[in-house]
Each structure stands twice: as C-alpha cells, then as structure tokens.
C-alpha cells in the first residue's frame, strides 16, 4: 500500500519507489510535515523536528507554556494566516465579520484507490498505474471553513500530485484571497532554487540561484503561464549534478496566473508554495460553497537533475497528455507561417503543401490569415469565417487539396483574442475584458474575449464546429498572442471581478474540453506566441506545444534544453526554418537546422517551393532519418550532455532507450575555433558490459568506454557544424 496511517505513531506514510514522504499530526491538531526524502525504513521522522524557543515566534493559545512549539519555526504541511506563523501563507481568508486569521487544525483523513479528477480543471491521469489518493481534512471551527489536502501517490513514477478544496462549512459568506495548491516544508539543507524564466523569443532559461534567508517568487500575472516564468521550480542541492544530488520538483498544472514563492527562514528552513497567483485573485466563498485549486505536480529524488527531468517526462508522456499519443505517431508537419506570413492564396498553399508532401511532409497547417478581414495582425479576429478571396472554394476544397496529395490538414485559431476592427466586437463589444470607464490596454492590437462568459465559450465552440464539419481537419494550432489586462468581465457583478482571471482560464479549459470530446480524432498543439503557455495544463488537451517563435537553430538549443528540465521532447513543437533565419538574421547549415528541429515533434516551417534539389534530397533524407528515430527520440531518456568547460562551444545531448538497446547522441557546436580542443562526449544510460557500434563505421565501444571514457570527436570547421551518432548494441 502507498499510503499508510500508522494509528500509534499517529504518522502519514506516502510510499513511492524511490521516496517517502511523511506528516504527523501532533498533539494539538498541528498537521506537521516530517519528511520528504529517500524512504526512511519506517522510522518516526519527526525526531528531527525539535523544540527551540526562538524570540518572537508565538505560541498558539494550547502550547503557551510550552515556547518551543512555535508554528512559527516548525515544520507544516499547509500553513494558515494571521496567527503566529509569519512565513508564507498558503490561505488568505477574510471572514464575514473582517477577521482575516485562519488556524487550520486536523479534523480526519480517507484514504482511497485511485485518483479522482478536479471538476474543470486539468490534473494527472490515472491509467493502468498504482495510484492511491490520501485525503486530510482540516478546519478552522470559528470562521467554519474546511480545507481538504488531496494527495495522489503514484507509486512507480515517484510521483506525488496534490491540489487543495476550500468548503465553506459555516452559514456567512467567507472571501479567499489567496488559495495555494500545496506547500512543502523542508527543515533541513543548503539549497538552490532552480526556475525557468526568459522572453518572448526566449523562454525557458535556466537561472540557478543559492537560497539564502529571503523570499524568492516565480509568478505571473499576465493571464498565462508566460514566456517569462514557467510555472516550475527546482530545490536542490548546492552540489547537486545531472547524475548526483538530491532534488525536489514542484510544477503547477495551471496556465494563468500563478505563484511560486520560496522563503527560507530564520531557522534555515525552507519553504515552497505553489498555486493561483493571489494577486488579482479573490473567491467569493458562500456557504456551503466550495473551491477547488489546480494540481501540482511534486516529485522528489537524490539521483540529480536528470533523474529529475527523467520522472516530469515519464509522467507528463503518460499521465498528463492523452496517453493515446504515446503510441500513434504524430505527422510532420509543413507550417506557412514563416514562408508566406498573411500573404497567401489557396494556390500558393497548395503548391507548399504538394512540395512538402514530395518529401514526405505528412500535414499541411494553414496558420494565421485565412479568416475574416486578417491581412495583417491589427484585423478580423474573432471572426472564423473562411476568407473566400484569398482561399477560393473555402477550407471544403483546400483540405481535400491537401488529402488527394496524401496529407493531413490543420488550421490556425486564436480563439481567445478579438480585434476591435472585427464583425464580432461590432456586435458583442461587452464580451472583450475591458474596464468600465477606462480605455483598454492594447498589444498587438487586440483584446482579450471574455472566456469566463459561457456565451462567449458557446459562440467559438459553434464557430470551430462549423468549420471543422465542413472541412477535413485532423489538427489545430490553438494560439494566444497577448497577455491579459483590464480584467473585468461584464458578465460578472463587482463582488466577482477578482474571480475573472481564473474564471477566465477555466472557460478556456472548458472550450478545450469540449472540442476534444466532439472531435475525438482531432489533435491541438497548443502555441502562445511560440511558448508562452508552455505547461502542465495546457499538455492535458494539447499533446505538443511550439515552443517558441524563435526558429534559429542556435537560440533553439538553449531554449529547448532549458524546456528539458520540466517536459519532455514529444512535447516541444520543433521546426526547421529557413536560412538567413528570421529572427536572428543567421545562416545555419541545413542539417544543423534538422539535428536540432528534430528534438522535438518536428516539422517545417519555410517555403519549400523555393529550395533548391539538393535542399530537397536533404530534407528527404531529414525526414527519413527523423522517422527512423521517431521511436527512440519520443520514447527514450533524454540526457543532457552537458560539458559545463565547453558549454559556450558546442552542445550535445543524448536519446537513450530504456532498454538501453541504443542510443542517439547529438553535437552542435556553436562556436568553431581554430585548432579547437577535442570534444568529448560521455554517454549515458547504456549497459556497461554491453558492446555497442556505431552506425555506418566499423567502430565497437563497450558501454563503459562510452559512458565513463566517452566518445572523442573533433568537428569545428564552418559555421555550426553538427553531427548524429548512432551507437547499437550488438
Ligand atoms: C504566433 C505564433 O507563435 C506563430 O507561429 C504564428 O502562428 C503567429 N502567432 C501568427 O499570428
């Protein structure tokens, strides 16, 4: 059993493969955190957590004879607000009567088999695996409120999921303002926060930073997750590696505003907490109501930040996306974003598409411009009706183009957004979000649809429907250009507005839900301006993500590597792009472009009636490489090959199968030099013992050779070179 209540110890065991994490109830109905590590043996480990008198930490009412037992300094499972405990909260609540404090004791727990879904939000699935779901209620009597602390124990994949709801017990109406998903106490170490943090064009960027006695806080507020803070945060240790060191995951499953806030205390404690950014946020609690927070997704391990990587992508791969992606190989795919931007006919779409499907292109996307009056980005959205003067004979005739040539078709949305200059706000101008009485902020000249309006939901599910009856589309690209501002729904009275942001990521959610269910066959690849809703919660509907509108190669291998650490490779939306690259102006070989798209779920994204033959035979032989990897890139263990001397001069990285049958290692270097140094490359995850060769050579390694030794490789001649090793056990 994953969850055990040990009665006489009065302890909460949660059991994974490789972890324990315990809790302990103690003598006043203080829910105590005391232990989240490798298993203990079954030991009591709130040894660990001693009585210090520590100045200006006080004493709930029952301990003031006993100084040492301050909420202040011991280590919680969910810390109230207002009374005593001056760390971080993870409850804002004002009651009826204005009090704002909140001293949540233990009232009972249940255990029980399997895992229940959060009522419309996204949280990890349960399949075939060993889960068992812990629920610990407890409550504060005098404001009557009850607070359910979920947690999931999925016991192979050493993975805890958790999310909290909020019940209104009492008969007066109760205000949340701030409703984290979980907290994680971790009394002891010398730690370093690890988050994702970057810009639009450059997401997802490693930053490693050493806690001292402060508060660190990764959040956003923009409406999304962002481009500029993932919703994920790492704790390890000082000297943790790749292969050493332990470490702590905590990923919100959530794409609007979150908060990640990380304090370490004057005791030397730490503390995480994780959920709905509260800025903006308040929920209006009425008796007997109740509220659910979204899902983090928690996971511990002492075997570094690959094992790390390793336990967020089994887990995202099987439990987040629809595990039916697991085994059905997803198209490559030819986008025209980047060859014609607005400026295309059906003709010209069919003339890529026909090119691309000569070289075994699978799918045609039709991006941005082929709806409503959309010439450029300052029109026409909101108004999805087929633009007939652009595509003649509509989407009906341009799919069934696209299918005589063999191919799938998919089509751009951007459900979410409406331009004033639109058909839509002419006649629904109260269903954008927009202050009263104030003008609205604008980016990229468009607004932001109220999603929190069930009308404004119905409106775009019967406009997707109606194209998607009436054309044969397998995909959508789903995009989200702006961050919100003037979040005010006119549909919701004053005392709700701090609801909308929220609301607002649920009706989104919902809408996804709903196509999903219609259109079983139908696959989304989630984008926002490349990867500005890159997460947990957008993976449950969409498979794949494009991970940034930055297509150059280079820039692609920092971002793609810092995506790495959270998500796995089949969810990173990857293309070749063409050379001069659009964003950066730079030249990189073909193949360069290939290697590193091909880390990904790979595609084009150029014109391809424009290449020369020689560019043509490459891509053939592109694509026949991809698909011959297809498996081993999407299933098999990514590592990290990181050469942190030689990190500014080349990257390489690794795709190993978990049989460790073989392994497909890849070099790019970003730097030639004259008379370089040699590169060499350590391997992981192969058998030791085990005789490898490479492909295409005559060459024989021992997996220890490889993995301990390393391969020696001297490429450093022309501008990004890059290379493909195929090692196969004999
Ligand atoms: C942003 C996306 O990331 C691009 O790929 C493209 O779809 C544009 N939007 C279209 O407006």
Redesign the pocket.
Known sequence: MAIIFDESREIFRLLTANSEYQMKVDDIGVLLHNYYGRPSCDTDMSYQILSVDRGFSGNLFENRANRGRSIDVLPQEYSGCGVGDYRISSINVTAKNGSRSCDLRYKSYEIIEGKQPIAGLPSVREYDDDVSTLIITMEDQVIGLEVQLFYSVFTDKDVITRHTRFINVSDKKLQLEKAASAMLDVQFGSWDEIHFSGRHCMERQMSRNKLTQDIKVISSKRGMSSHHENPFVILCDHGATETYGDCYGMMLMYSGNHKIEIEQDQAGSTRIVAGINDENFSWCLEAGESFDTPEAIMAYTSEGLEKLSHIYHNIIRENVCDRKYMDVKRPILINN?EATYFDFTAEKIIDIASAASELGVEMMVL??GWFGKRDD?NSGLGDWFVNEKKLNGGLSRLSEEIGKLGMKFGL?FEPEMVNEDSKLFREHPEWALVDPDRHPTMARNQLVLDMSNPKVQDYLFNCISNILDNANISYI?W?F?RSISNVFSKNLPNKKQGEVAHRFVLGTYSLLERLLDAYPGLMIEG?S??GGRFDAGMLYYCPQI?CS?DTDAIERLEIQEGTSFGYPVSAVGSHVSASPNHQTGRSTPLYTRGVVAMSGTFGYELDVTKMSDEEKAEVKEQIATFNKYYWLIQKGDYYRLVNEEQAEIYKAWEFAAVDKSEALVNIVVKKSQANAKIKIIKLRGLEEGALYSLEDTDKVFSGAALMYGGFAINIAMGDYPSAQLHFVRQ
């Open positions: 974003w991006d941005d980005d751009w690209k995009d250009n984008c301006g490349g494009w509108d």
